[in-house]
């Protein structure tokens, strides 16, 4: 990349000279400083939802950070937890296999107006809770987990790859009843949360 310097001093009419972007001269003594990337604002670093790989650890300001945005959508955890579920169902139909009461539910609207749908959402989004309040006591929190990953593994069968799939949905909706409120630091808090879940979630498979 070629960055033009406006010239003073010594430089007639104060023209532009061109120099390459790894090192910046001036055009005459003295020299400039040389630019670093300490100079450029640092935007907090963001991971993808993973499902392998180590669980991560978590600040005190990435747990604030993750309760602060969890209050709106839980206050309204009935009609937010079926969005995330018919979201997930209608973009995955195939995932309606591994639960024989929504087998029949071939559309959106019989998924809306369908009690069994409902109460499974009310659980998921339940167990989102209860992760995000056992986020200080670890060893209670992964055998909450480990036991839905035992009933998701043995008694549903489910595919292990839609915990991620539900991850994302779950994710957007948060960001979605944060608007504008929702940081970059608080996404990345949530990705690292939900890396958690699905992570502690496939130890049975």
Same mark, same amino acid.
């Given at each position: ?43 907090? +670093?963001?991971?993808? $939802? ?9 600040? #005190?300001?990435?747990? *604030?950070?993750? &309760? ?52 499974? +959402?009310?659980?998921? $989004? ?9 986020? #200080?006591?670890?060893? *209670?929190?992964? &055998? ?62």
């Amino acid at each position: 990349m070629i960055i033009y310097i406006r010239g003073g001093g010594s430089v007639p009419g104060g023209r532009y000279r061109r120099c390459s972007s790894d090192r910046l001269y001036s055009p005459s003594p003295p020299r400039a400083r040389v630019a670093s990337f300490a100079d450029i604002p640092q935007q907090p +670093a963001t991971m993808p $939802i993973e499902d392998s790989g180590s669980k991560p650890d978590f600040s #005190d300001d990435e747990k *604030k950070a993750i &309760k602060d945005s969890w209050s709106g959508v839980y206050s309204e955890y009935e009609s937010t937890s079926s969005e995330i579920l018919i979201k997930f169902f209608v973009d995955n139909p195939s995932a309606q296999d591994f639960f024989p009461k929504f087998k029949d539910l071939d559309s959106e609207e019989k998924l809306k107006s369908s009690t069994a749908v409902r109460w499974h +959402a009310e659980r998921i $989004i339940n167990a989102v809770n209860d992760a995000i309040w056992l986020l #200080d006591e670890p060893e *209670k929190n992964a &055998k909450k987990l480990k036991e839905l990953s035992e009933k998701h593994a043995v008694q549903l069968n489910v595919d292990a790859k839609f915990f991620k799939v539900l991850a994302e949905v779950i994710l957007d909706k948060v960001a979605e009843k944060n608007d504008g409120s929702f940081s970059d630091s608080a996404r990345s808090a949530w990705e690292k949360l939900l890396t958690y879940i699905c992570i502690s979630l496939k130890v049975a498979y």
